[in-house]
T-cell receptor, first 112, second 116 residues
Framework: QQQVKQSPQSLIVQKGGISIINCAYE??????FPWYQQFPGKGPALLIA?????SEKKEGRFTISFNKSAKQFSLHIMDSQPGDSATYFC???????????FGTGTRLTVIP | NAGVTQTPKFRVLKTGQSMTLLCAQD?????MYWYRQDPGMGLRLIHY???????AKGEVPDGYNVSRLKKQNFLLGLESAAPSQTSVYFC???????????????FGPGTRLTVL
């Protein structure tokens, strides 16, 4: 079964708006939570990542919020731009292992 | 640096045919991975390797074999292709665990495989 559940499947946001993508997990052994960004015809690329010892990580317009007790984490894209239009995947890994379990992806479209 | 490259970019097979997908990386990474990406299912790990000469099964290994004879190359084989193996295949690589702050995986551009 899917170890990391992601929603929504697709998202349309106006330019300048906030995009929010949510993920949830059950396995409390997960200790690393990255987000990958994928443009059409390309491979995914690491966007931002967080470990459970912090509740928030911000890099530019991108922020991960992490709720350990709820076993949920989310990606917030502030001031969304058309260039942010891509598919976003959350993921998790456990026990220091490099193997990633990916969510099902969210296709984000930012309308000019 | 070319990063992670994959050969071929596209391929069409008939059911029962075999083929090998080649992944190469020039970053001297220890770890390499093969994923498949299907609509609505995200990326799923097929096999991975933690070093030259070693391989291990991922989430969906059935119907695939892999080999890592050289550190920079990771091959994915389909011995008898089935329509269920129609997918986009991605190779990735990463540094040795514990030698950096992130377990960042670097992905190739993908191979689109269709099995008729």
């Amino acid at each position: 079964q899917q170890q990391v559940k992601q929603s929504p499947q697709s998202l349309i946001v106006q330019k300048g708006g906030i995009s929010i993508i949510n993920c949830a997990y059950e396995n409390t052994a997960f200790d690393y939570f990255p987000w990958y960004q994928q443009f059409p015809g390309k491979g995914p690329a690491l966007l931002i990542a967080i470990r459970p010892d912090v509740s928030e990580k911000k890099e530019g317009r991108f922020t991960i919020s992490f709720n350990k007790s709820a076993k949920q984490f989310s990606l917030h894209i502030m001031d969304s731009q058309p260039g942010d239009s891509a598919t976003y995947f959350c993921a998790a890994s456990k026990g220091g292992a490099n193997n990633l379990f990916f969510g099902t992806g969210t296709r984000l479209t930012v309308i000019p | 640096n070319a990063g992670v490259t994959q050969t071929p970019k596209f391929r069409v097979l008939k059911t029962g045919q075999s083929m090998t997908l080649l992944c190469a990386q020039d970053m001297n990474h220890e770890y390499m991975y093969w994923y498949r990406q299907d609509p609505g299912m995200g990326l799923r790990l097929i096999h991975y390797s933690v070093g030259e000469g070693t391989t291990a099964k991922g989430e969906v290994p059935d119907g695939y074999n892999v080999s890592r004879l050289k550190k920079q190359n990771f091959l994915l084989g389909l011995e008898s292709a089935a329509p269920s193996q129609t997918s986009v295949y991605f190779c990735a690589s990463s540094i040795l665990l514990g030698t950096g702050p992130y377990n960042e995986q670097f992905f190739g551009p993908g191979t689109r495989l269709t099995v008729l």
